[in-house]
């Protein structure tokens, strides 16, 4: 597939390493030469310099020769200009981001319809839907659901004292009982192993676990003597759009609310705007008016403002004086590894989820129903639909000849989920969910290959 892609900041650059190790043809437009030549060195891509609200310059770049069209500048205009220019030259998909709430407003949809983009992301409206379902499963640091919502793939961090500590994959097994689930990966210093019965998981672990939504009670009581529960109250730190669409949010599921923002005029609006939320006009970064607002007896804080530096330090500032959990936006990934070593939860990069929507659209459809790329990780989670082939009827999963790096965590078969064991037979047309290091991407494709 011939992939061109306009805008080279964060989004564009993590779409284009994704999609070229897989082997896809990427075409990288931006107007900065020396962003474009070092891009151009890390990664097997080609770079056109210029605008691409340009028609010359889409030209140049082979729009006619394009399969999927993504712009993701940070100009809403640039981004939807070059969409529009695409349809002239018969490109088949095309994808656009954009900022302005107003784009949106009225519903993604019309304006998809209106405009002729088949995907319109807004990255505000896709970090505060990531926020909310980290809040649902408040154990797990990472969500991602499959199957319909009735399979689950979660990522926990196991800590000295968790039942699991110490514990082999097969004798965790053995005390499964009733609860089925499938340790599918583990991230030790920065390696993604895919374990085997004879792995032993140690405190410090990020585990990715794959179970029947229903299940996910029994096994958080099981494995870490915990359960997830919804917060009482919430803090959240910076009254943008993320942060306004999540309080509107929680304020639906009974949650007290406190929104703090420095902007005078921005917390007029959002206590129009806001039901029950408490706006607070202060300053995210001073300690003494969060204390004396109860940031310190918060269950959750979430830290949304435009700002890395405020984000972190008043997550900090948070876990250190007593709150239970913090959610934090980060723009810069790349401080992403570090952050779990200073006490942040879970760090979120507005850019990465973005470019995971999009991931997620670009490989839906046809055998592979959806898609899921794990934060500040080279894995990646897949529902695949097994061909109907008679090569596959009754095969027992152990003599399917999967590639190295890849683990099966569930099967999806008429509407019923099996937590598979190796001697789990398939059946043409079930749907798998498959854990795989993106190495293995190509060769489960081809493994399930009509």
């Known amino acids: 597939m011939r992939i061109m892609i306009v805008g080279a900041g964060m989004v564009g650059y993590h779409l284009s390493e994704k999609l070229s190790v897989e082997g896809q043809e990427v075409v990288l437009i931006d107007q900065n030469e020396a962003k474009l030549r070092r891009i151009e060195r890390e990664l097997n891509i080609l770079s056109v310099r210029g605008s691409g609200a340009s028609a010359r310059v889409l030209e140049e770049a082979g729009i006619d020769k394009t399969d999927l069209f993504i712009a993701v500048t940070d100009s809403d205009e640039v981004n939807l200009i070059a969409c529009i220019i695409s349809k002239g030259y018969n490109v088949k998909t095309r994808i656009a981001r954009v900022r302005n709430e107003d784009f949106y407003a009225q519903g993604t949809s ?18 505060a839907e990531e926020i909310m379902h980290l809040i649902n499963v ?52 920065g390696e993604t192993i895919i374990p085997r019965g004879q792995h032993k998981i140690e405190a410090g672990d990020k585990i990715y676990l794959v179970m029947r939504k229903s299940d996910v009670p029994a096994v958080e009581r099981l494995l870490f003597n915990t359960a997830s529960q919804l917060p009482k109250n919430v803090f959240i730190v910076g009254g943008g759009i993320i942060g306004q669409l999540v309080a509107r949010q929680l304020e639906q599921k009974r949650i007290e609310v406190r929104l ?3 902007d005078t005029k921005r917390c007029e609006y959002l206590s129009e705007h806001l039901e029950e939320t408490v706006v607070l006009n202060c300053d995210g970064l001073e300690a003494q008016d969060l204390l004396d607002e109860g940031i310190d007896q918060a269950d959750l804080v979430i830290s949304v403002t435009n700002s890395d530096t405020t984000n972190i330090l008043s997550s900090l500032l948070a876990k250190h004086h007593g709150a239970k959990r913090c959610i ?54 897949i529902e695949i639909k097994v061909p109907r082939r008679d090569h596959f009827v009754d095969l027992p999963l152990r003599l ?40 293995a991407l190509s060769a489960l494709e081809s493994l399930f290959a009509e």
């Open 260 to 262: 703090v923002e420095q």
């Open 400 to 439: 399917l000849d999967f590639p190295r790096g890849s683990i099966v965590g569930a099967i999806v078969r008429h509407s019923q989920v099996i937590i598979p064991s190796g001697e789990t037979k398939l059946q043409p047309g079930d749907n798998l969910v498959v854990f795989f290091t993106q190495k």
């Open 110 to 127: 019309h304006a998809e319809k209106s405009l002729g983009i088949d995907l319109l992301i807004s990255p505000d409206l896709a970090m």
């Open 138 to 189: 408040s154990a797990a640091f990472e969500v991602a659901e499959f199957a319909r919502g009735q399979v689950e793939l979660l990522g926990y961090l196991t800590q000295a004292g968790h039942p699991c500590v110490g514990s082999t994959l097969q004798d965790l097994r053995e005390l499964q009982g009733l609860y089925d689930f499938v340790i599918v990966a583990i991230t030790r210093g």
């Open 328 to 381: 934090t936006h980060i723009n810069s990934p790349g401080f992403i590894p570090m952050l779990g070593k200073l006490g942040i939860d879970v760090p979120l990069s507005p850019r990465q989820v973005a470019a995971n929507m999009i991931l997620r659209f670009v490989r839906g459809g046809g055998r592979i129903v959806n898609v899921a790329t794990l934060m500040g990780s080279n894995a990646e989670v």
